[in-house]
């Protein structure tokens, strides 16, 4: 048995519905501009894409149903509310069918963004680190397993902010699809059990300020709640 100098972190991890076993997190993936509103409010063409990647660390999940800090560093933090991707088999170099047959469940997820730190990072070329993986940053809620839910092709997904709706896009909307997605991931990774993929996120990404209430609603899923609290 090994020892270490200091402990080791506490293993990450989402609740489960109606189980009082959790999903244990090994990895955050998120897709980028995922729908085509969206990747044009920000200012590319989403017809000539393929997906692309980012990743968030496991000590960035946040859980949803409380508050999170307003986060250090950044006078421009966003929401983007998006269907989360819980894999629950090894899967690699595989096809949308086996692809699919991985996705052990589902969650409503915010993938908080310091939008000025990802801008200056986009104009310089430089790596998104500082815009997106951050505490706080992967806001999730309890994940339903997809034998209940069953899958998650269709439906509305929408964010509201103070009673405001702010966002409203289709999950039959996405450039990409689930099992499309899992199977170009796993072209470049192992993937399996503990692997988390946030799907991108319809148009209408806004700013969020202290004090700030928001209501994350998925069709077929559930709902998301998250207050802004102030800065740290
Ligand atoms: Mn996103």
Redesign the pocket.
């Known amino acids: 048995m090994s020892s270490y100098i200091f402990p080791p972190a506490p293993q990450a991890s989402v609740a489960v519905r109606g189980q009082s076993a959790r999903y244990a997190v090994s990895r955050i993936f998120?897709?980028?501009?995922?729908y085509a509103a969206h990747a044009r409010e920000m200012g590319s063409d989403p017809d000539r894409e393929p997906p692309f990647y980012f990743t968030k660390p496991a000590s960035s999940l946040a859980p949803a149903g409380s508050a999170i800090p307003y986060a250090p560093g950044t006078g421009n933090l966003h929401y983007?509310m998006?269907l989360v991707v819980a894999l629950g088999a090894p899967v690699f170099r595989a096809s949308a069918e086996q692809a699919a047959a991985a996705v052990w469940g589902y969650a409503a997820g915010l993938?908080m963004?310091r939008r000025d730190l990802q801008n200056a990072a986009k104009a310089n070329g430089r790596p998104w680190d500082l815009g997106?993986a951050f505490e706080h940053a992967a806001v999730i809620t309890e994940l339903v397993p997809r034998s209940e839910s069953g899958e998650l092709r269709a439906g509305a997904i929408t964010l509201a902010v103070n009673g405001v709706e702010k966002q409203r896009g289709d999950l039959s909307d996405m450039i990409w699809s689930v099992p499309e997605l899992v199977a170009n991931l796993s072209q470049y990774y192992h993937l399996g059990p503990g692997d988390l993929i946030?799907t991108?996120?319809p148009e209408g990404?806004g700013p969020v300020q202290p004090g700030d209430q928001l209501l994350g609603v998925i069709e077929g899923l559930g709902e998301l709640r998250l207050a802004i609290g102030q800065p740290e």
């Open positions: 998120c897709v980028g501009r995922n983007e998006e993938d963004t997106k946030y991108g996120t990404v």
